[in-house]
């Protein structure tokens, strides 16, 4: 695991080499154990390792046959192909992925990409062929932004990376402020900043030094071509064998190596799975809150613990921890995204550090297997709709007020949720039913200035919503919903996986996001995975022998959430105060002063209002401001 980067002068005019030195500086913690640097006249590259496979010849940029690389990440299936490409004669002389990769670019082309199982960004100088591929994962595990003018075009691993160019300022998107309140991330390629893009997960982009010409190719996405050639159990026993042979592969690391363990099914069960393949004393890492038991779920982290046989490390966040650490947290960050939970997995991630160098976690189970409880209210409604009206939007019944009953006591702690998406427009068309219930403006509007509100168009959040929401592939509501929670949601929950854990110099593997297991669950039908409204139906059939039923059978589904509305009323009072009363934000226009108080005094438990604005002031004091 790594941070990189790179600048290409359209010009044609040599890179400065103190430039890039000075930008991969600040991002230092991605790599502290190896610097290098690669300069060819226009081309700059400069990288910062952190070793995990290959410590001793891994080393980058690295160059074959006129190729040069600079590369973040890990490529899980990498001995499979090093073996088939040394059948092809191909000769090594390093034991790392990151040779595999060149060696597959020299072999195949561009389109090597799909052959890839893995977290990676990465770009390949092609010195003979004078071009540039850009490539980055299939979810956007590991991040990579552009810059471009007239005269260069400039990447790195991180944002901040890009803000020490001295030729690249700091200017908030008026856009992508407006997503960020609906949604608390960004869709697409957009960033909170003007003029700097993302490398958008699933896509190569193919840059000619002698035009600039840059074609983007999108290599995969989720689709839905429903199989209906195969039964349910054929699904379960497939899926049991993907994820056996994906956490043997991603057991393979040359440092030590444990889990993210939160007591949740999707954590419990990649720790009990690597600790039964690790052939040592496993470690996994828990976090937990003393404020009550409504923040604190581990007694199920321990049963988990106790399943797998493995050391349990623990650690209790507070609120004074909150207070210090909550501004540098959005600086790593570099925008704003996800809920509360990035600080206890900051925390969470700082213990393991001192203990690993690599750490498995469930990330992606939730969109994967549908396991938010957001689908199951959605269901709720298109049962009576269709009920009370006798039709289906769907064109087939997935889901009927008989069937979803059973499930319907996982609602019992979402009751506010429920009272916001029913208060109006109920049985309005799918799409606005969804973004209705993922839409987080209407929490906040209420303290926002008349200004902000002007400019805000919420037609225009909804269209952006639309395109990734309804997929030509699917008429399926349950497939329109996971998949827009894939591509447009999880990049952000991903964004945090990484940049908390290269905060403190270790390396996050998440591997439920194994391409073999999206499209095996994409093409499933969807009353398949969806039965009764169950959430993670067929994950759960799957691993009904090897998860304890005492985390089977919860129905207090937590998140890791954070007393943030408790503490708001205690010391972080202050601290919130300072915040978002500063002169800076007050001319900023964005929150209205006399309605900070009963912002604070209105938070509900789990509630995101107040932690939304809250980091979007945060944000513009640590990048803007400065």
């Known amino acids: 695991m790594c941070g990189f980067v790179g600048i290409i002068n359209k010009d044609g005019s040599i890179v400065n080499s103190?430039?890039?030195?000075?930008?991969?500086?600040?991002?230092?913690?991605?790599?502290?154990?190896?610097?290098?640097?690669?300069?060819?006249?226009?081309?700059?590259?400069?990288?910062?390792?952190?070793?995990?496979?290959?410590?001793?010849?891994?080393?980058?940029?690295?160059?074959?046959?006129?190729?040069?690389?600079?590369?973040?990440?890990?490529?899980?299936?990498?001995?499979?192909?090093?073996?088939?490409?040394?059948?092809r004669g191909h000769q090594f002389v390093t034991t790392s992925d990151t040779e595999v990769i060149l060696h597959m670019y020299n072999e195949y082309g561009d389109d090597f990409v799909n052959d890839l199982n893995g977290m990676f960004a990465f770009i390949i100088y092609d010195k003979h062929r004078k071009r540039l591929l850009i490539a980055r994962d299939h979810?956007?595990?590991?991040?990579?932004?552009?810059?471009?003018?007239?005269?260069?075009?400039?990447?790195?691993?991180?944002?901040?990376?890009?803000?020490?160019?001295?030729?690249?300022?700091?200017?908030?998107?008026?856009?992508?402020?407006?997503?960020?309140?609906?949604?608390?991330f960004v869709l697409g390629e957009e960033t909170m900043f003007r003029n700097i893009l993302k490398v958008l997960p699933g896509h190569y982009m193919a840059l000619d030094l002698a035009s600039g010409k840059l074609i983007r190719t999108?290599?995969?996405?989720?689709?839905?071509?429903?199989?209906?050639?195969?039964?349910?159990?054929?699904?379960?026993?497939?899926?049991?064998?993907?994820?056996?042979?994906?956490?043997?592969?991603?057991?393979?690391?040359?440092?030590?190596l444990g889990s993210y363990l939160s007591g949740g099914i999707d954590s419990s069960l990649i720790t009990i799975l690597a600790s039964s393949k690790y052939g040592q004393q496993f470690k996994s890492f828990a976090g937990a809150f003393n404020e009550g038991p409504e923040f604190n779920e581990m007694e199920y982290a321990r049963e988990a613990a106790k399943a797998s046989n493995s050391q349990l490390y623990e650690v209790y966040p507070s609120e004074d921890e909150f207070i210090d650490l909550l501004p540098k947290l959005i600086w790593h960050l570099d925008e704003p995204v996800a809920g509360p939970g990035v600080f206890p997995q900051y925390i969470v991630s700082k213990l393991a550090s001192e203990h690993v160098k690599v750490v498995l976690g469930g990330q992606g189970g939730d969109e994967i297997f549908g396991g938010y409880a957001r689908y199951l209210v959605a269901y709720l409604e298109q049962a009576l709709k269709g009920a009370i009206f006798e039709n289906n939007e769907e064109k087939e019944h997935i889901v009927s007020l008989h069937s979803i009953l059973p499930n319907l006591p996982f609602l019992?702690?979402?009751?506010?949720?429920?009272?916001?998406?029913?208060?109006?427009?109920?049985?309005?068309?799918?799409?606005?039913?969804y973004f209705r219930l993922i839409n987080r403006m209407s929490i906040s509007e209420s303290f926002l200035t008349r200004e902000f509100k002007k400019e805000y168009r919420e037609d225009e959040m909804f269209e952006d919503f639309s395109i990734f929401f309804n997929h030509t592939d699917t008429l399926s509501y349950y497939n329109k919903m996971t998949h827009f929670d894939m591509v447009a949601s999880l990049p952000g929950l991903l964004q945090v996986e990484d940049r908390v854990s290269m905060a403190v110099s270790?390396?996050?593997?998440?591997?439920?996001?194994?391409?073999?297991?999206?499209?095996?669950?994409?093409?499933?039908?969807?009353?398949?995975?969806?039965?009764?409204?169950?959430?993670?139906y067929l994950l759960k059939r799957t691993i009904k022998d090897i998860i304890p039923k005492k985390i089977m059978n919860r129905k207090d589904k937590m998140g890791f959430p954070v007393p943030l509305h408790l503490w708001a009323r205690n010391n972080t009072n202050d601290f919130i105060l300072d915040t978002l009363l500063s002169k800076n934000a007050r001319?900023?226009?964005?929150?209205?002063?006399?309605?900070?108080?009963k912002l604070i005094k209105s938070e509900q438990p789990f509630g995101r209002g107040l932690w939304g604005i809250l980091c979007l002031e945060l944000w513009f004091q640590q990048f803007i401001d400065k």
């Open 218 to 256: 999108k290599y995969w996405e989720p689709d839905f071509k429903i199989d209906r050639n195969h039964t349910e159990e054929y699904f379960i026993v497939r899926l049991g064998e993907i994820l056996d042979q994906t956490i043997s592969q991603q057991l393979r690391s040359d440092v030590p």
């Open 18 to 87: 103190d430039i890039l030195r000075s930008m991969a500086s600040v991002i230092h913690y991605r790599g502290p154990d190896e610097e290098g640097s690669f300069v060819d006249g226009p081309v700059g590259f400069y990288h910062k390792r952190l070793s995990i496979i290959d410590l001793s010849t891994g080393r980058q940029p690295m160059t074959f046959n006129d190729c040069t690389i600079v590369y973040n990440g890990e490529i899980y299936n990498y001995i499979e192909l090093r073996v088939d490409l040394i059948k």
């Open 587 to 597: 001319e900023r226009n964005i929150i209205s002063p006399k309605c900070v108080e």
């Open 412 to 433: 019992r702690n979402y009751t506010p949720m429920m009272k916001g998406f029913w208060e109006s427009d109920v049985f309005e068309p799918m799409d606005k039913r």
């Open 139 to 184: 979810f956007g595990i590991k991040p990579l932004y552009l810059y471009q003018d007239e005269r260069k075009i400039v990447f790195g691993s991180e944002i901040k990376a890009l803000l020490s160019h001295p030729d690249i300022l700091a200017e908030p998107d008026r856009k992508s402020i407006n997503q960020y309140m609906t949604f608390q």
């Open 506 to 536: 270790i390396e996050s593997r998440v591997p439920l996001l194994d391409r073999r297991i999206v499209d095996l669950i994409s093409h499933m039908p969807a009353g398949m995975k969806f039965k009764g409204g169950e959430m993670k």
